[in-house]
């Protein structure tokens, strides 16, 4: 194996799982899923079948990833976010066929207990507040909280929010990457 799981987690086959990935105590890892190289997978998450982690992904404890999800490079899910993939769930209907499909795009971190409902993507470097509920796609760069979320502002790639000047330039404080704010959204500028 060319990555680490501890003792305690199960590893269904098949399932393709990338060089230097951690899967920590009590998670269960279910047949059919890739996940990349140099993953964390937290204590006690569930990653279903099907679903697809990029590299370097970080997992933390209590998240439950359904079919459907699939998540890319560098995202961080936070402790105890949920995914659903079902928009009407009964427990008597199976609905197995009707799994909708939840794309987190590279970069993106969503912070504790929040809930991100089925059918929508999740921009770049986007940012979700812990305890927000998504229900609608979310821009690359937004800073979404809230229940049900709102847009309160904009994030650099370094997770640090960003202030436009009036020409629409924002500068992130840690990087000196800049940004350019037009049209509703952010394109970082290439320097």
Not at 1 to 11: C, L, N, W
Request: proline fraction near 4%.
């Amino acid at each position: 194996m060319d990555y680490f799981a501890h003792e305690t987690a199960v590893v269904d086959e098949p399932c393709e799982i990338g060089k230097g990935t951690r899967i920590w105590h009590f998670s269960h890892i279910m047949k059919n899923c890739k996940i990349g190289r140099n993953c964390n997978i937290g204590q006690n998450v569930v990653i279903s079948p099907d679903v697809v982690l990029g590299n370097k992904v970080k997992v933390q404890n209590n998240v439950s990833i359904y079919t459907g999800v699939v998540c890319e490079d560098e995202v961080f899910l936070g402790p105890s976010m949920v995914f659903t993939n079902i928009a009407n769930p009964r427990s008597a209907i199976i609905r197995k066929n009707l799994y909708e499909r939840t794309r987190v795009k590279k970069g993106a971190s969503i912070g504790a207990n929040a809930t991100i409902v089925c059918g929508h993507d999740i921009g770049e470097y986007a940012f979700i507040g812990a305890g927000a509920v998504v229900t609608k796609d979310v821009k690359p760069y937004a800073l979404i909280v809230g229940n049900p979320s709102r847009q309160i502002g904009w994030m650099s790639e370094y997770g640090h929010r960003l202030n436009f000047d009036e020409t629409g330039i924002a500068v992130c404080p840690e990087s000196g990457e800049k940004y350019e704010l037009h049209d509703e959204s952010v394109t970082k500028i290439n320097q």
